[in-house]
């Protein structure tokens, strides 16, 4: 209890949940920050704390499970909560023996568990107790049973024999398939939408096809932690820059180091600018996606700048290579200031008048109008994030409700729609662009003087004795889709355990409602309307959507058992 | 009996002019015209490397696809059917432009509206239609249900436009021979002199403008096709020889169907003869003029749902070219009328 006098003062309500979960759940606290709690409660009392928070108001970000057998003999699931009306998270660590390792699975109370609560068994081998539908989510069909990648003794460059000939897991090919590679899919994974008429009834989904191990590799003696910004930006390929701020944010948080005012303008700005030319990109491909091709060349056409002008700050056209521990490797000095004005200046005017022209098209807003409708209820059973929750009316936004960097610095907008369909994630993405525009020119004007590196940090020096193992983190960024989550506990000289959430992975299962019952040529528009970015996401799923002529769906015979969310 | 003479005339002017090397050669320059206008409203360059001004492009695509490119076979597939089917639609775009007044030889024939209306509207559809199911996979299969559903509407509604200015040269102008489609050809332009018969053909020729649109299967009508949905509809097999004779069919059905609404609706060269310099310029820019509209359209436009699609036709194609159709009917009932007016 003295640790919880600590924050207290404060942040009263949080000890006022803090105090239930220790004394109504017999509970524990085992670290605590400004905003976060890490509470460890018995196993069996999970998912009545998991109800308890979920109905107060709290969205499940993730949960991390962890292999601490070396530590202390036992596997850990930590789930963690954010309250983001009130700007801090509860993480409620529950402990699994070796020998008897399960959780309780809290997935009827909290539907948005679903996809980690299996991620935690293929990668780290907890079992689930109490879930009707256990499945393979991440790993391959083809994965021998007892192997668990995410284990200690697991080597991160250890290649298993495949153990069943990959055939016997083909899908039923009855309906429309959609990928591995489709035209209006950018990144491999695989759809199968059965049709009754133009109509579509269920749809299966199986992604995955591009996991690259980065979690294992971020704990592997190859990396430290002033390397793992670069292997964070290889996560996604639009939104690099985002995992590296939030693993750096991560770190910093464990080292108890803020980095200079500067550094945290200029991430921010990057970061604003990331969020511009994904959404312009992500618009163009939205037409292209309606047969609208003008409309796509239009907006890469005006998209071009701001590659530019993310050359010019960081050095590369993607906004890769800048961030390191304690501040960023570039300045912006008074010639590129006037650059970045002007340019913006320019994509304000060249994007306004597209996107009225774009939601002023008919076959566009006919078409998006009503389609993908995901009702409020649904996404927040689901927490949702980024864009597909404003649009459905839910108000998420992880630069208002915990403010990072320097966001409290500018004044913006929070677009919110309550329609909850693709015209409204449309909209949410077209006015947020115009309020990054905003929010780069407010910080360029208030750009703070000093150095942009934390005194005791540099690409150059190791910035491990700084970091102390035993330390737990978690960072959330608003990213182009939503909040991206990075959860840390550190090591010796490198992650004990690193996760990384991706917003796609949150709303993926969102795409099951929106699906429901609408019509085949508006599918890749929903599908396209998360904005999904599978390299960030790398997973397996399969949904059922059905209408009152439902059939059950048996998939993959042998490995996967018969699924429905 | 037909002369020797005569014969040879015939078959120079099937397979040379306007027959098949004629159509093939208006086919791609066709083709090139419309990437042009399209990649200009993307703000794109379009063909630009093969000739001048890249006007040898399509050529090249399609003699790539004839003679370089692998025919890949899947184990269902029958591409042989597709192919007899693929020169059957040839043959009978060829054919038809032997019944226009652009052939030396000109076949004409008391209500031979019926004959043009068999090759062009049935056969080519149905050829199209054959071709992609010799190909059977879903997405075949979901593009040919599109396109038969879109064409069930687009080509009679087409077709009742078109009869517009048959029904009207025949009744109120006054032709040799009855319904037929050289001498519609040849006095359709009068038309547009008199007010009350000008008033029916403006509502056909839009009719016939919004059916061409869907015919071409251009945006906002691209629906069996639609790439996002369906990889390429009916076409999502072809390869080689097939992908090429598909393309040509695609090209030569827009290049037939402008050159009927040019003679038809715009009067063709008239009141020039054919071989003046007036003429021929006044009928290049008329069908230049009709493939740019189709070429506007497609390229600001996104694509319809099917069920949209059908009700745009029918509401801006279907009904007003069946209005027109009956309009005319009257008017060819009381020609004193139109006379009067």
């Not at chain 1, 990668?123 to 109490?130: A, F, P």
């Not at chain 1, 932690?225 to 939030?246: D, M, N, W």
């Not at chain 2, 599109?146 to 009742?160: H, K, N, Q």
């Not at chain 2, 007003?320 to 309009?327: E, M, S």
Request: hydrophobic share 45%.
């Amino acid at each position: 209890m003295g640790e919880q006098s600590k924050y207290l003062p404060e942040c009263p309500e949080m000890g006022e949940v803090v105090r239930k979960l220790t004394e109504e759940y017999g509970g524990h606290v085992i670290f605590s920050r400004e905003s976060e709690v890490y509470v460890e409660v018995p196993r069996h009392e999970l998912r009545d704390v998991a109800k308890y928070l979920y109905s107060s108001g709290a969205f499940l970000k993730t949960c991390a499970a962890v292999d601490e057998r070396p530590l202390n003999r036992s596997f850990a699931l930590y789930h963690i909560f954010g309250m983001d009306s009130k700007g801090y998270d509860v993480i409620v660590k529950v402990s699994a023996p070796e020998d008897d390792a399960w959780v309780p699975s809290i997935v009827d109370v909290v539907p948005a568990a679903d996809w980690c609560e299996l991620e935690a068994r293929d990668m780290v081998g907890i079992e689930l107790k109490g879930r009707r539908l256990v499945r393979r989510l991440v790993l391959p069909e083809d994965w021998p049973e007892d192997i668990h990648p995410l284990r200690k003794e697991v080597p991160h460059d250890f290649r298993p024999p495949s153990v069943k000939a990959e055939s016997e897991f083909r899908p039923p090919e009855r309906g429309i398939p959609i990928g591995p590679y489709h035209p209006v899919l950018h990144e491999p994974e695989y759809f199968e939408l059965l049709v009754e008429g133009e109509t579509v009834v269920d749809v299966y989904y199986r992604g995955f096809h591009v996991h690259r191990g980065i979690e294992k590799l971020g704990e592997s003696p190859r990396f430290t932690y002033q390397k793992i910004p670069f292997l964070a930006e290889r996560i996604c390929g639009i939104c690099g820059f985002v995992h590296s701020t939030c693993a750096i944010m991560a770190m910093e948080k464990a080292a108890g180091l803020r980095p200079p005012e500067r550094a945290e303008f200029i991430r921010t700005i990057v970061l604003e600018l990331e969020r511009i030319h994904s959404h312009l990109l992500w618009v163009g491909v939205a037409a292209h996606v309606l047969g609208y091709d003008a409309g796509f060349m239009h907006t890469w056409r005006v998209r071009e700048p701001v590659m530019i002008l993310s050359e010019l700050i960081t050095g590369s056209r993607k906004t890769y290579g800048l961030n390191l521990v304690g501040g960023v490797r570039r300045d912006i000095d008074k010639n590129k200031m006037e650059k970045i004005m002007k340019t913006l200046d320019r994509v304000e005017k060249e994007f306004k008048e597209l996107a009225n022209l774009l939601v002023s098209v008919p076959q566009i807003r006919r078409r998006a109008q009503g389609t993908g409708v995901l009702t409020r209820s649904e996404a927040r059973a689901l927490s949702v994030v980024g864009p597909v929750a404003r649009a459905s009316g839910l108000y998420r936004d992880v630069r208002k409700d915990y403010p990072y960097l320097a966001y409290e610095e500018a004044s913006f907008k929070v677009p919110l729609y309550t329609e909850g369909d693709n015209l409204a994630r449309v909209l949410v993405r077209v006015e947020e662009v115009f309020e990054s525009i905003s929010i780069i020119r407010q910080l360029l004007d208030k750009l703070p003087g000093g150095p942009i590196m934390h005194e005791k940090c540099s690409a150059i020096i190791p910035v491990d004795e700084l970091i102390p193992p035993g330390k737990y983190a978690v960072a959330a960024i608003e990213a182009p889709r939503g909040e991206d989550v990075h959860f840390l506990m550190t090591g010796e000289g490198r992650p004990y355990r690193w996760r990384v959430r991706a917003p796609t992975y949150q709303n993926i299962p969102a795409l099951r409602p929106m699906l429901r019952g609408d019509p085949l040529a508006d599918a890749p528009l929903t599908i396209a309307s998360i904005d999904p970015c599978f390299s960030c996401t790398d997973r397996a799923l399969v949904i059922d959507v059905r209408t009152g002529r439902a059939r059950t769906i048996k998939l993959w015979d042998g490995g996967v058992g018969t699924c429905r969310l | 009996m037909m002369d020797a003479v005569t014969v040879a005339l015939l078959v120079i002017a099937a397979l040379v002019f306007p027959g098949l090397l004629f159509l093939f050669v208006l086919s791609m320059l066709t083709e090139w015209w419309e990437r042009k206008i399209v990649a200009r409203a993307q703000a794109r360059m379009g063909p630009s490397y093969v000739g001048p001004v890249g006007v040898l492009q399509p050529f090249a695509d399609f003699i790539k696809l004839l003679s370089v490119k692998e025919e890949i076979r899947q184990k269902f597939a029958t591409p042989g059917v597709a192919k007899a089917f693929a020169f059957a639609a040839i043959g009978a775009l060829s054919a038809t432009l032997l019944m226009l007044p652009l052939s030396p030889v000109r076949l004409a024939a008391s209500y031979d509206i019926i004959v043009l209306s068999y090759i062009c509207c049935v056969w080519v559809p149905f050829a199209v239609a054959v071709m992609g199911m010799s190909f059977p996979n879903p997405f075949t299969g979901a593009g040919v249900s599109r396109f038969l559903t879109l064409y069930a509407v687009c080509e009679p509604a087409f077709f009742a436009a078109i009869l517009v200015p048959v029904a009207l040269t025949t009744n109120v102008v006054g032709t040799p021979l009855p319904y037929s489609v050289l001498f519609t050809a040849q006095y359709s332009w009068k038309l547009w002199l008199n007010p009350a018969t000008a008033v029916v053909m403006i509502i056909a020729l839009g009719a016939a403008a919004v059916a061409t649109q869907a015919k071409a299967m251009a945006h906002p009508f691209n629906i069996p096709e639609a790439e996002q949905e369906l990889i390429a509809g009916h076409m999502t097999e072809f390869s080689g020889q097939i992908l090429a004779l598909n393309n040509l069919i695609h090209d030569a059905d827009i290049a037939v169907s402008a050159l009927l609404i040019t003679y038809f609706f715009l009067g063709g060269p008239y009141p020039f003869p054919h071989l003046s310099v007036p003429g021929v310029i006044l009928m290049i820019v008329k069908y230049v003029a009709v493939v740019t509209v189709v070429s506007i359209i497609k390229a600001s436009f996104g694509r319809f749902r099917i069920e949209q699609g059908v009700a745009v036709l029918v509401k801006y194609s279907l009904i007003p070219a069946v209005i027109a159709l009956l309009a005319a009917m009257f008017l060819s009932a009381y020609p004193v009328l139109a006379a009067g007016a």
